[in-house]
C-alpha cells in the first residue's frame, strides 16, 4: 500500500511545511510513498529515494521548486514526478542517478548546464514536459520523451552519448545554439517532431551512432537539417525540411537509408554526400535548392532512386573524385545543369527525364572523368542536351534530345559514345565534335534539325555507323577542312540542303542518300608572318617612352628643340 504525504506551507493539518521533510519521513517508513504538494514556490533541494510519487495537487505550474545553484532533484529509485517546475543553475537541475524517474507535465528551467542528466544504467522518461535552456542529457541510459518541449537550449536540446538508447516522440525542439538532437556512440529513434531554429545541424548523428528519424518536419537551420558523421548508420523516412543550409549531410564514411523525404528551399545544397559519405536515397524530393540539389563531392558515393528535382540551380553535380548511382531521376526547370561530373569523378545515370534545363548533361574534367547515361530524355533543354568538354568520357545508351538548341555535342580532348540515340527537332544541329575530340555513334538518328544533323569542327575524329539524317534544313553531315572519320551505313533524307559537306578527309561508305554530295574547297594557306630577329639592340626590363634608338651605325647625329624654338 502506498503512503500518502502532505506538504503545505500554510501548515494545514498533518501536513509538512516543506517537501524535504515530507521525503525525509518517507524513508523513514521505507515505503512506497506519495507526496501531495500544495502550492508554492519552495527554496530547497529534493533528494529522492526509494519508490516515491511527487504530485503537485492543483495541476501543472501550481509547484515551483527552486535552487540558485546545484541540483534541484537528486533521484535514486523508482521515482515519479507530475506537475511540478522545477528550477536551478549551474549544475544538473534534474539528476538520476540509480533506476528509474518519470517526469510528467513537468517544466524544467536550466540558463546554464544540464536541465535533466540520466547516468549510465538508469531510465528517464519525460512525458508531456517542457525543458527550457538547459540540454537533457542520456549517457549510457535509456530515455524516452513523448509530446515535449525543448526551448532555446543553449547546448545541445537532446543528447545520446555513451551506448544510451532513446525514442523522441511528438515532440517540439526550437531555438537550439547547437543540436536539437545529437547522438554518439548512441541509438536514438525520433518520430514525428517538429525542429526549428538550430543553430547547427538540427539531427545529428556521430562516431558510429545510429539514428532513426521518421516522420518529422525541419525548419529555419543555419546548417544541416539531419547530418550522419564519422561512421554512423540509420535512417530518414518521410521527413519534410524546409529552408536549411543542407537538407541531408553526409561524410566521413556514415551510410544511412533516406526515403520518402521532401526537402524545399534548402540555402546551398538538399542532399550532400562528401568526403567518403555513402547512403542510399529513395523517393525524395528537392525543391528550388540555392547551389545544388544532390551533390557528391570529394568521395562520396550516393545511391539515389526515384529522386525528383524541381527548380532551384544545379541538378546533380558529382565532383572531386566522387562517385554516384543515380536511376529514376527527374529534373524540371533549372537555371543551371541537370547533371554535371567533374574532375575525376564517376557517374552512372539510368532512366533519367530532363526538360526545361540550359543545359542535360555536362562533363568535364581529366581521363578519369566518365558518366554513363542509359534510357534518357531529355527535352527542351535551352542550350545542349548533353555536353562532353577536357579529356572526359561519356556514354550514352537510349539516350534522346528533344527541342533546344544542341542534341550532343563532344569539344576539346572528350570522348563520347552514342548507342541507339536519337535527336528531333532541336535548332542548331544533331551532334557535334569540335577542337580535337573523338565522337562515336551508332544507330543514331537525327529527324527535323534546323541546321545539319551532325557535324565535325577542327580536328574532330567522327565515326558514325548506321545513322539516320531526315529533314536536316542546311546539311545531314558537314565536316570542316580538318575533321576527319567516317560515315557507314548511313541514310540521308529529306527535301532540301545537302546530304554532306565533304572535305575529303571523311570515309564516306555506302551513303544512302538522293541529296547531293558537296565537296568543300579546301582553304588557301596563307603566307607565313615575316620575322625580323634583332640580337644587338638593347634590352629593356621596363616601359620606355620618349625615346629615339639607333644602333650599328658609324655616325650618329642628335638634335634638340629648344623651348624657343631653336635648335642645338
Known sequence: MVARYVVSPQGARRAYPDIGSALAAAARRGRAARVEIAPGRYEEPLSVAGEVE????????????????????????????????????????????????????????????????????????????????????????????????????????????????????????????????????????????????????????????????????????????????????????????????????????????????????????????????????????????????????????????????????????????????????????????????????????????????????????????????????????GMSAVEVLGHSRATLKGAVAEGGRLGFGVGEDGQLFLHDCAVTAVSAGGAIGFGAARLVARDLTVTGSAAFGICGLGSAYLDVVNGRFVDCAAVGASFDERATGRLADCAIDGGRGAAVLDNGRVELVSLRTALRVVKREPKPAEPAPTTVNNFHGPVFNAAANGIQLAWNNHDVSQQQTNEDGSRT
Do not use: Y
Request: some cysteine; hydrophobic content about 40%; overall charge negative.
Open 54 to 381: 511527487l504530485v503537485a495537487v492543483d495541476g501543472p505550474g501550481s509547484v515551483v521548486v527552486h535552487r540558485p545553484g546545484g541540483t534541484v532533484l537528486d533521484a535514486a529509485g523508482t521515482v515519479r514526478v507530475s506537475g511540478l517546475v522545477l528550477s536551478g543553475r549551474d549544475a544538473d537541475v534534474v539528476n538520476c542517478r540509480v533506476g528509474m524517474l518519470v517526469l510528467e507535465h513537468v517544466e524544467v528551467r536550466a540558463p546554464s548546464g544540464v536541465a535533466v542528466h540520466a547516468r549510465p544504467n538508469t531510465t528517464v522518461t519525460l512525458r508531456d514536459s517542457e525543458v527550457r535552456h538547459g540540454r537533457t542529457l542520456f549517457a549510457g541510459a535509456d530515455g524516452r520523451i513523448e509530446r515535449c518541449r525543448f526551448v532555446d537550449a543553449a547546448d545541445n536540446a537532446v543528447a545520446a552519448i555513451e551506448g544510451a538508447r532513446i525514442t523522441v516522440r511528438d515532440s517540439w525542439i526550437g531555438g537550439s545554439r547547437l543540436h536539437g538532437v545529437r547522438v554518439s556512440d548512441a541509438r536514438a529513434e525520433v518520430t514525428g517532431c517538429e525542429l526549428t531554429g538550430t543553430r547547427k545541424a538540427s539531427l545529428v548523428a556521430d562516431t558510429q551512432a545510429e539514428l532513426a528519424v521518421a516522420d518529422c518536419v525541419i525548419d529555419a537551420v543555419d546548417a544541416e537539417a539531419v547530418l550522419f558523421i564519422e561512421q554512423s548508420r540509420g535512417s530518414v523516412d518521410g521527413t519534410r525540411v524546409t529552408d536549411a543550409q543542407h537538407g541531408i549531410a553526409v561524410a566521413s564514411g556514415a551510410d544511412p537509408v533516406v526515403r520518402g523525404c521532401t526537402l524545399t528551399g534548402c540555402r546551398d545544397t538538399g542532399i550532400n554526400v562528401q568526403t567518403g559519405g555513402r547512403g542510399r536515397f529513395e523517393d525524395c524530393t528537392v525543391v528550388a535548392a540555392g547551389n545544388v540539389a544532390v551533390f557528391s563531392t570529394d568521395g562520396g558515393a550516393p545511391d539515389v532512386h526515384g529522386c525528383r528535382i524541381v527548380g532551384g540551380n544545379v541538378g546533380i553535380a558529382v565532383t572531386a573524385a566522387a562517385r554516384g548511382r543515380f536511376a529514376r531521376i527527374e529534373v524540371e526547370d533549372l537555371t543551371s545543369v541537370a547533371l554535371r561530373v567533374r574532375d575525376e569523378s564517376k557517374a552512372a545515370f539510368e532512366r533519367v527525364r530532363v526538360a526545361r534545363c540550359p543545359s542535360g548533361l555536362e562533363t568535364k574534367g581529366g581521363v578519369g572523368t566518365t558518366a554513363e547515361v542509359v534510357d534518357a530524355a531529355f527535352r527542351d533543354c
